[in-house]
Every structure is written in structure tokens, then in C-alpha cells.
């Protein structure tokens, strides 16, 4: 969930382009400010996977809800 939150963020952050420049890029400003509202949950480094678990842990969250697998359905191409 968090990298889902982490690429809105980072497709949002083109949009902000309303306050001064500064030596930050948009999407670090962005980050900041999500961070400084309690918004942003630290990144948890995740152990590696083949392709066989990953397909299996997929398999496991599919039909969960329709948005999960809408979710998952979207990025099926990305990931691979």
C-alpha cells in the first residue's frame, strides 16, 4: 500500500508547482510535506522474492475486493 501511496504522491508532485523554487524537487517537497503532516509512513525495506512467491502472494490477495484487484489487475504488467 505504501508504494501505491508513494506513486500518487509522486504523480501528484508535477502538479505543485505553486510555491517558490527551492533547491528541492518537487516531489521531495511533496514527501516533506507529507511527512510533516503525519502523512507519509517510513519505507520498510523488503526482503526479495522470486517470481514464483511473488505470483503466489498475488494470487493469495486476489478477490479480497474488487478495488485490490482492480489494483493488482493494473499493475500486473509493471511489476514484471
Known sequence: MN???GAILDASADNDLS????????QQRLRA???AMGMLAREIPARP???AERDRII???K?????????????????E
Not at 19 to 26: G, K, V
Not at 68 to 76: H, P, Q, T
Open 59 to 61: 494470487a493469495s490477495a
Open 33 to 35: 510535506r507529507a511527512a
Open 63 to 79: 478477490g479480497i475486493g474488487p478495488i485490490v484487484d482492480r489494483l493488482i489487475d493494473e499493475d500486473r504488467g509493471r511489476l
Open 49 to 51: 522474492v522470486s517470481k
Open 19 to 26: 510555491s517558490p523554487p527551492t533547491p528541492l524537487t518537487p
Open 3 to 5: 508504494a501505491v501511496a
